[in-house]
């Protein structure tokens, strides 16, 4: 007899982490709206790190809801349990506890997965994927238009661009709404108590029960899916920046060059009306004007000259875009060890006879190495030849076409098994259905 031991954390992760993204948000983007009550204020700062981080972390937790759909299908009750080999229509004509409609002291009722996606259980399940898919889509469209665009088109952009903002955040907490009346309605995901057992678990079920493989493979793949939106927004700002220049005020994202304790400030009287003079600049009683480097400001004429305190024009470090993309890289590595852990399979010759009889774990491999290899190559492009547009253009449209594929395949592989299989015909019901790849069988003549 096996332990039935529960994952620590249940019904899955994804219960815990779409808190975070939805406060960050939430109060980041309140900040931004009221920002007129506090332009000069830290507030502001710390509103806009808010939306950055909240974004983030939304999309490892919309990756982790694919798990969270998987379970609430299918409940794997303890660590034994989480195998993915059961193909769609196996899913839809499993059993499931109709615990909406249960009744105390009468017998529970069973229905099967396809009765619940047919119902309003499957609706509001519907409007829970869409809203938020399309709600954290429209916050990241907003975020990396915002950070990859020059200071004058973020002004010019600004209003749309924090309109895109709440209405992202609208549609998410829409979405989260119909996520709470799953669960609290229609009871989806609302497992019974697990017996105790006297056998003692194994240290792998134990550290398995702490650090789910599944639910952890999905949720760092989340996380290398944000690193990388948030380092194009930087690659893009890197190839379209000019001469670095002191930080604008929506620059939050950007830090100024340390300067020596020498040069903060500086105390001068300058002859012939001269105030103050910088690299570029020339500045006097009358106004700023524009002096070419290396040549002699004009003598211009002031019956006051008073001293004034100096501060240099500073030129801005360069944005770090290829740390980045190797904390992308990172993510990704990791992403791909849990994956090894989930199958459980850490020899060459064992892994490659097994992508050999299963296709689609093949394809999520071989995507999977393109994507470390895509951020690695990255990192390295936007480190040696930050604004080469060709070179970072054509690489970040394989990463994302590589990483859309490997969402598709990824989600085939939770719902329809590791190996391809024909739907019946007339059979095929569901939210899965666009994802699965479905070829006309072959007519035998």
Sequence with gaps: MESPLREYITPNWHAVLVHAPLGLLSVGIFIEVFSFLWRRSTVRSAGRWMV?????TAVPALTSGIYAYRDAMSPMTNVKDVVFQDSWQDLLDGKLVDRASVVPGEKSVEITARQMLDGEAGKALWHHLLYNCIGVGAIFLAIIAYIGTSDRWRRRLYLPLLLTLVIGEGLLVWGSHSGGIIVYEH?????????????VPTRDEQLSAMLPPAQL?????????????VALGLSIRAMTEGAPTLAAEESWFEGEQPRDAASRNVVGNRPNGIIATGEETLVTESGIQEVPLGETPPPIRAEVVRPVMIAPVTPLMPIATSRYW???????????????????????????DMLRGENRNLYHSILGTSIIVLTLVLALVTRIAR?????????????????????WVGVVLTFDGPKFSPAKKGTAVGLIDPFRIMPKPVEKE
């Design 187 to 199: 009871a989806i995901a609302i497992k019974p108590p697990t017996p105790l057992s006297t056998i």
């Design 217 to 229: 493979h999905m949720t760092l793949a989340g996380w290398v899916v944000g690193l990388a939106l």
């Design 52 to 56: 950055l981080l909240g974004a983030i």
């Design 326 to 352: 190797l904390l992308a890289t990172l993510f990704a590595l990791l992403t791909s060890v849990a994956g090894l852990w989930l199958v459980k399979i850490w020899s060459w010759p064992n892994l490659v």
């Design 387 to 407: 604004r080469s547009k060709l070179a970072i253009s054509v690489f970040s449209l394989l990463l994302f076409l590589a990483i859309g594929l490997q969402i």
